[in-house]
Antibody, heavy 120, light 107 residues
Framework: EVQLVESGGGLVQPGGSLRLSCAAS????????MSWVRQAPGKGLEWVAN????????YYVDSVKGRFTISRDNAKNSLYLQMNSLRAEDTAVYYC?????????????WGQGTLVTVSS | VIWMTQSPSLLSASTGDRVTISCRMS??????LAWYQQKPGKAPELLIY???TLQSGVPSRFSGSGSGTDFTLTISCLQSEDFATYYC?????????FGPGTKVDIK
């Protein structure tokens, strides 16, 4: 059974940093692109970042470029999102999602999400 | 950036109704479109990809159509478990974008 479990969310002050993790199981993690998608409270979905199977390609939404870094450790079956210079508008539930084999695929499995709150 | 609109934003319907949700792109995306269902407090679930291909395990009352810039999600006979919010998503080019969502609630 495919499972994605996010962790690392919490309350952080504006300008602060946070690192999210996503533990994957039930599939060959190293064979899939992976993604982060977020959802602000009461709002719609926003794609944040994608990373290729070997980490050699990464893509970001403009609003997080230069502040967020997506990475992965295939030996640990884990995906990460390092978030720096956090802003109030980054407050959201962050979902880890599997993006299948190519960089241009939908998200077929999602984690349960982890809440990040940026507030003083 | 490819912008997306969805209509309607709110759809009130009854069990057994046939409902249709539209998604329009600011530019053509071939068939690189997915539909997701999200219930309150839960992660989204993939319903349809490649505009019209049903994800494994999704009931056949869900169907998708369209290509280019105009797409449609149809639920042929609404069930109680279908009351939820539906999002379209393009994965044709980065940044991937989602539509604003259509909430289907009980009439």
């Amino acid at each position: 059974e495919v499972q994605l479990v996010e962790s690392g969310g919490g309350l952080v002050q504006p300008g602060g940093s946070l690192r999210l993790s996503c533990a994957a199981s039930g599939f060959t993690f190293s064979s899939y692109w992976m993604s982060w998608v977020r959802q602000a409270p009461g709002k719609g979905l926003e794609w944040v970042a994608n990373i290729k199977q070997d980490g050699s390609e990464k893509y970001y939404v403009d609003s997080v470029k230069g502040r967020f870094t997506i990475s992965r450790d295939n030996a640990k079956n884990s995906l990460y999102l390092q978030m720096n210079s956090l802003r109030a508008e980054d407050t959201a539930v962050y979902y880890c999602a599997r993006a299948e084999y190519s960089g241009y695929d939908p998200f077929d499995y999602w984690g349960q999400g982890t809440l990040v709150t940026v507030s003083s | 950036v490819i912008w997306m609109t969805q209509s309607p934003s709110l759809l009130s319907a009854s069990t057994g109704d046939r409902v249709t949700i539209s998604c329009r792109m600011s530019q053509g995306i071939s068939s690189y479109l997915a539909w997701y269902q999200q219930k309150p407090g839960k992660a989204p679930e993939l319903l349809i990809y490649a505009a019209s291909t049903l994800q494994s395990g999704v009931p056949s009352r869900f169907s998708g159509s369209g290509s280019g810039t105009d797409f449609t999600l149809t639920i042929s006979c609404l069930q109680s478990e279908d009351f939820a919010t539906y999002y379209c998503q393009q994965y044709y080019s980065f940044p991937f974008t989602f539509g604003p969502g259509t909430k289907v609630d009980i009439k």
